[in-house]
């Protein structure tokens, strides 16, 4: 019999934080109109304290609370394939590995942050959160996090999404969370288009500021974010630590790791404790390898700069890779890779040339879906599906120089909710844009 499961062993007790570890220090993000670094206290307006100090913290080892290692165990740890059925199908020497994050029950690697945060807003006296969410993915993360923690969970979900995509907004709503469609006649934000229009398609941008809007104005209530922001990559770091400890007991170590870049945090997860051992010169030939899409190219193409995290100009300016705030990318399948700009840990080890990255077209991707879906049996994200198309690349090029390579990728979440974009490729209608 074939082993293609790894050893599954305990989950980790502290996350990593790679601050500290970072040749130079981060740029701090400044505030728009004195251009001075933003204090902690303005954060505290709309995140409570513990993921403020978390944010700026450069303690290298944080412990994760016993509260949410009790949640995380429902599904964690996490199982890590060898996906030998692909490899064959390839025929490739290399040897190729995933770590399966599709197992939790939304569905994603999302909620490994989502039960953190509802965990220290719940600490904090907070009695509500506040999100926005494109195609329902951090939305129902939240959602099934704060129910845990008798958190009243409000998703302000894009109107396109919530009309064109129920299901998610009926996990959503399964899980307590009340969704609203945005732009919506509660914020000033919203109001201001949906009075002109109650059935506008709305935008990430102005669901984010109904949001933000909607924190900073009630008491009871804070704005929780699922990606880019450095607390959410410490949360995501016990992906990385399990994956690590997996492959040792197996007695592997990766030459190549890899994960689909929207925001940066399922990417950090998994790539973060393999590469600070990098940063420590352990492992100088280790390849980290981020994915995004053609359609939204923030590391390939984009410029390294101050912008703001939000469309509409409310956050602070962020020194990232960004394609411009104003950026509208075009409506690829893989949602969640629609962001113009990247997470600030992620750009700064980009920048620094520790991290390398490749840009790759819906098409290409949905067919490297296809064959793992075919080999290995998951039907995956189409966001998983970039890294699953760079793994294969790497692997086919083991194949042409004999290399016995060990190629790490993330499998960020599956396909299921997304059966309507699988059919447009099984179909031939998919296009490129
Ligand atoms: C949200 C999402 C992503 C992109 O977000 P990151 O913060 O870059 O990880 C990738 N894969 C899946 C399955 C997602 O839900």
């Not at 592997?252 to 689909?260: N, R, T, W």
């Not at 083991?398 to 059966?419: A, M, R």
Request: charged share 25%; proline share 9%; net charge negative.
């Amino acid at each position: 019999m074939r082993k293609f499961l790894l050893p599954e062993g305990e989950i980790p007790r502290k996350w990593l934080n790679i601050a500290p570890l970072l040749p130079e220090p981060l740029e701090p993000p400044l505030d728009p109109e004195t251009k001075e670094p933003v204090s902690p206290e303005k954060l505290l307006v709309i995140f409570p304290e513990p993921l403020v100090m978390q944010e700026v913290s450069d303690q290298e080892w944080i412990d994760i609370p016993e509260e949410v290692l009790d949640i995380l165990s429902l599904w964690r740890p996490t199982p890590l394939h060898r996906a030998k059925n692909l490899e064959e199908f390839l025929g490739t020497p290399a040897k190729i590995f995933y770590k399966n994050e599709s197992v939790s029950p939304p569905g994603s690697h999302k909620p490994n942050t989502a039960v953190a945060q509802a965990y220290y807003n719940k600490i904090s006296g907070v009695k509500r959160l506040t999100t926005e969410t494109g195609a329902g993915q951090w939305g129902s993360a939240l959602s099934f996090a704060t129910q845990f923690f008798g958190i009243e969970c409000r998703v302000y979900m894009v109107r396109v999404s919530y009309n064109q995509k129920p299901y998610r907004r009926v996990l959503m709503e399964t899980w307590k969370g009340e969704v609203i469609p945005s732009p919506s006649p509660y914020t000033n934000a919203g109001k201001q288009f949906y009075e002109k229009d109650p059935e506008h398609p709305g935008s990430l941008g102005i669901a984010i500021s109904e949001a933000i809007e909607e924190a900073a104005t009630r008491d009871d209530t804070k704005y929780s974010l699922g990606s880019v922001l450095n607390h959410v990559l410490l949360h995501q770091t016990v992906i990385g630590l399990e994956a690590k400890r997996q492959m040792e007991e197996a007695g592997f170590y990766p030459d190549v790791v890899i994960g689909a870049v929207g925001g940066g945090s399922n990417f950090a997860g998994l790539s973060f404790p393999f590469l600070a051992d990098k940063l420590r010169g352990d492992k100088p030939n280790l390849k980290v390898l981020a994915v995004e899409p053609q359609a939204c190219p923030t590391l390939t193409k984009g410029e390294y700069r101050y912008d703001f995290g939000d469309t509409v100009g409310l956050t602070p300016l962020i020194k990232m890779y960004t394609l411009g705030h104003d950026f509208v990318p075009p409506p690829i399948h893989a949602g969640g890779l629609r962001y113009h700009g990247d997470a600030p840990l992620v750009c700064k080890l980009y920048d620094l040339g520790y991290i390398d990255a490749v840009a790759y077209k819906q098409t290409e991707v949905f067919e490297a879906a296809v064959t793992f879906a075919r080999t290995e049996g998951i039907i995956p994200a189409p966001e998983s599906s970039h890294a699953i198309k760079a793994a294969i690349d790497e692997a086919i090029r083991c194949k042409e120089t004999g290399e016995e390579k060990v190629i790490l990728f993330n499998l960020s979440g599956h396909g299921y909710f997304d059966l309507s974009a699988y059919d447009k490729y099984l179909r031939g209608e998919l296009e490129d844009s």
